[in-house]
């Protein structure tokens, strides 16, 4: 049996311009949650679809290694993101709220 494909395998398509202005850190910590970092396209890029392709890119690694449930933070007042998620079939869970504790002082 073949091992699943590695989240960390450099897609043919950063080799395209608009993909290397381009970034995401997508990530899985226990095999069915996937959580997605730091989308960003260049804005000359933008409205292109480069953030769909990156980001069905990703989804479809994260099914490739049983992942069921994709999540992203984005900033509360990030409204042109919010389009962008919601667009892209992702909703906000208002129940939820980070916290985060600064371990240097």
Do not use: I
Request: glycine residues 8%; proline residues 9%.
């Amino acid at each position: 049996m073949s091992e699943p494909p590695s989240p960390h395998t450099r897609s043919p398509s950063a080799r395209r311009p608009a993909m290397r202005e381009s970034s995401g850190s997508f990530t899985t910590d226990n095999g069915w949650r996937c959580h997605l970092y730091r989308l960003a396209v260049h804005p000359a890029y933008r409205r292109q679809g480069v953030a769909t392709t990156l980001l069905a890119a990703a989804e479809a690694r994260f099914a490739a290694l049983g992942g069921r449930r994709g999540d992203a933070m984005v900033l509360d007042g990030n409204e042109l993101a919010h389009r962008a998620w919601h667009a892209m079939g992702y909703e906000p869970q208002p129940r939820w709220t980070r916290w985060v504790k600064p371990l240097t002082t």
